[in-house]
């Protein structure tokens, strides 16, 4: 069985690095309780939103990510029992190619360059199970669509979803 | 139709670019004829293959690649009825991914980000037709696989081949 996983908010903590960017940068104490239901930018003030998508951009901020809770063990699980492959929909930001390579490298070794893929869209991709945080990955795959849940998707419905990686484990091992 | 398009070898000269350096660094007169069904890198004494390996590390070596003949007119006119994705299997070469990203936009701008993948193995691709180099590719390919000719292939069996992007322009337009 052939199981792809999404990087940004599935395997690594975009969210939270925006939430702690925007703290540091305007001194506040936003959380992600307060972003529920929208992205970090939505929940800040107009004057405010462009700086985070310019966060994006800078050199590092994919590399500095942390994984999220549970990740490297369940994905180190799996990996005896699926295909696993790893698809971020990296295009959009070139400065993240490299940096998400060598994040994997650290985090994900036991996932070879094989295995890996930065794409645009996903419904290219030929499978049996996806696990992504974005409604409009999921709903173009043809096999079965595991909803990761971030901040942003809590009011999204339609799709199976598992609220941790501890849930993924129940699910799928 | 979905059709996915190969990078190295079939839009971009990576076989040329490395008989230029072997002949600019030896200062030597190999050409594609002399390599014919083999690497370039199997084409030299075995004391030189390494340094051929080595190059394709070197920052820049994918940047500067030219593009292989009427590969951009005759793509960009497959763009009008075709959904063209363009799939290289470039995790292998981390340094390679911002290249190849920048490399596209100056030659194939028309083709935007979300139709780029950037993977490891292509049999995770799901569409109607692949046009690639490479025998290992084409043969996990669920649909019509076309061999772009390459030096490398002269002897390869067993496919629709294409020999120049004209017969692309010809079997698909």
């Given at each position: ?22 703290n ?9 309780k ?9 929940s ?33 699980e ?22 998400k ?10 996932i070879?360059?094989?295995q ?27 096999g ?27 699910l799928?091992?």
């Amino acid at each position: 069985m052939t199981l792809f996983i999404d990087m940004d908010e599935v395997l690594a903590d975009t969210y939270g690095a925006h939430i702690r960017f925007y703290n540091d940068v305007y001194n506040e104490s936003l959380s992600k309780k307060d972003c529920l239901g929208g992205e970090v930018w939505q929940s800040v003030p107009k004057e405010r939103q462009s700086s985070i998508h310019e966060h994006c951009y800078e050199k590092g901020f994919f590399r500095n990510l942390k994984p999220i809770e549970n990740s490297i063990e369940v994905v180190r699980e799996l990996d005896k029992y699926y295909n696993i492959y790893i698809a971020s929909a990296a295009m959009q930001f070139p400065n993240s190619l490299e940096e998400k390579h060598y994040w994997l490298e650290e985090y994900f070794p036991f996932i070879p360059w094989q295995q890996r893929i930065l794409c645009g869209n996903k419904h290219i991709l030929k499978g049996d199970i996806l696990i992504d945080d974005r409604k409009y990955n999921l709903e173009s795959f043809e096999g079965r669509s595991l909803l990761f849940t971030s901040p942003h998707n809590v009011n999204t419905n339609g799709f199976e979803r598992v609220n941790t990686w501890g849930d993924v484990a129940s699910l799928l091992l």
